[in-house]
């Protein structure tokens, strides 16, 4: 199978999994993460197919977001070998989309990893970041902001990730588009704790 249909049916099968989520991590966020990693994976030289397609099925398997994340793992490469991937690059794309997630606080170790971590990371802050963040926090019953309490609300989440993110990019096409996303953060807080 020609790559572009393989994309194409990738894209179907995420839009399968992830179109009813709530927590910010709906198909279109899936579907930016690709395109942003592509769009970098062209500036950065890397493996344009592994790049996209690794962005695309980056948040499949996590254990936020699925209860048994085994079997989901191993249906994508069921699927993946489906549409005649060669094992080679179901490989690479299973080792560029393994370390992606922020929680495990790992650096991915190949150039496409480092893209689509740098992606992902994108998709987390500025306005779309904004909006995700508080989308996550009311789907798991949190506060918009405590003014005392020391809880986890969605304002404290910008401390503890969003406002650490654009130190943490690796490329230089991403790193420049972090730093006006987290300018756009910073203009927002001030305004909220104004309004508060
Ligand atoms: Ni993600």
Redesign the pocket.
């Known amino acids: 199978m020609e790559k572009e249909k393989q994309l194409q049916a990738i894209q179907v099968y995420v839009k399968e999994i992830f179109h009813d989520d709530a927590t910010g ?1 709906d198909y279109f ?1 899936m579907k930016r ?1 690709a395109e942003m990693a592509k769009t970098i994976a062209k500036q950065e030289n890397a493996d344009l197919f592994v790049a996209e397609a690794a962005g695309w099925l ?2 499949i398997g996590d254990h936020k977001l699925f209860d048994n994340p085994t079997k989901v793992i191993n249906d994508l490469y069921s699927f993946l070998e489906s549409i005649q991937v060669s094992s080679d690059e179901i490989e690479k794309v299973r080792i560029a989309a393994r370390d ?1 997630s922020f929680s495990k606080g790992k650096t991915p170790t190949t150039i496409e990893g480092k893209i689509v971590q740098d992606a ?1 990371r994108l ?1 987390a802050i500025g306005a779309i970041g904004i909006a995700r963040t508080f989308a996550y926090g009311g789907a798991k019953g949190q506060l918009i902001f405590h003014d005392s309490k020391q809880e986890s609300t969605s304002i404290r989440h910008f401390y503890d990730k969003l406002l650490k993110l654009k130190d943490l990019i690796h490329t230089a096409t991403a790193k420049q588009i972090a730093n006006e996303r987290h300018s756009f953060m910073e203009t927002f807080l001030e305004q909220f704790y104004e309004e508060w």
């Open positions: 991590h966020h993460v980056h948040d992606v992902d998709d």
